[in-house]
């Protein structure tokens, strides 16, 4: 079964720092490219950040840069977002998903996490 299982959301102080893991199963997840996702309540889902497979592109999105970073542990099979300085315009619940390119067209992905709600505030 073709599984990504995230983890890591939680709340936080502005400023403050979390690193979300998306943990896959059935595939290997090097063979592929990595997005992450928001949604925050009333809004559309966005693009956060993506890898491509080959590891060769990274992109992040205006919002994030400089305070996201995206990865990958091949031997774990598992991809992170480190997220530091959040603001509270970060809230929101991320999803990681896969695809074989590094897009923000979410019909460019096929298999996706559950789901992580991540909250800053103070």
């Known amino acids: 079964q073709l599984q990504l299982v995230e983890s890591g959301g939680g709340s936080v102080q502005p400023g403050g720092s979390l690193r979300l893991s998306c943990a896959a199963s059935?595939?290997?997840?090097?063979?592929?490219?990595i997005g992450w996702f928001r949604q925050a309540p009333g809004k559309e889902r966005e693009g956060v950040s993506c890898?491509?497979?080959?590891?060769?592109?990274?992109n992040y999105a205006d919002s994030v840069k400089g305070r996201f970073t995206t990865a990958r542990d091949k031997a774990k099979n598992t991809a992170y977002l480190q997220m530091n300085n959040l603001k509270p315009e970060d809230t929101a619940v991320y999803y990681c998903?896969?695809?074989?390119?590094?897009?923000?067209?979410?019909?460019?992905?096929?298999?996706w996490g559950q789901g992580a709600q991540v909250s800053v505030s103070s």
């Open positions: 890898i491509s497979s080959s590891g060769d592109n990274v």
């Open positions: 998903a896969r695809s074989f390119e590094c897009s923000y067209f979410p019909h460019s992905y096929d298999v």
């Open positions: 059935g595939f290997i997840l090097g063979d592929y490219g």
